[in-house]
């Protein structure tokens, strides 16, 4: 079992950047596909970013594409997400996933989940 720990959310003006990060322990973090979600108030779960096992692929909803840039650090066992142009749409809580030799492109096959942290974008 994949231990997760999500840190770096805050309160951030609109047009800010943020830094989210996410501590693995427990298994190999390189055989996890790893990936950001987020939720918002009243909203379902959303998958915003997906990264391969090795860290050479990588997906996006288009709703932060070109805003948002996930990356992996294997040897350090954390995963990133840096946040450009935060728009107050992104307030939402994120949550860190990983699924074992998965699909880094497929929001569903995530099944190990960080607690969250939340990020709130004011305008």
């Known amino acids: 079992q994949v231990q997760l720990v999500e840190s770096g959310g805050g309160l951030v003006q609109a047009g800010g950047s943020l830094r989210l990060s996410c501590a693995a322990s427990?298994?190999?973090?390189?055989?996890?596909?790893m990936g950001w979600f987020r939720q918002a108030p009243g909203k379902e779960r959303e998958f915003v970013a997906g990264i391969s096992w090795i860290g050479g692929s990588t997906y996006y909803a288009d709703s932060v594409k070109g805003r948002f840039t996930i990356s992996r650090d294997n040897a350090k066992s954390t995963l990133y997400l840096q946040m450009n142009s935060l728009k107050p749409e992104d307030t939402a809580v994120y949550y860190c996933?990983?699924?074992?030799?998965?699909?880094?492109?497929?929001?569903?096959?995530?099944?190990?989940w960080g607690q969250g942290t939340q990020v709130t974008v004011s305008s």
């Open positions: 427990g298994r190999t973090f390189s055989n996890y596909a």
């Open positions: 996933a990983a699924s074992y030799r998965g699909d880094y492109a497929a929001g569903w096959g995530y099944n190990h």
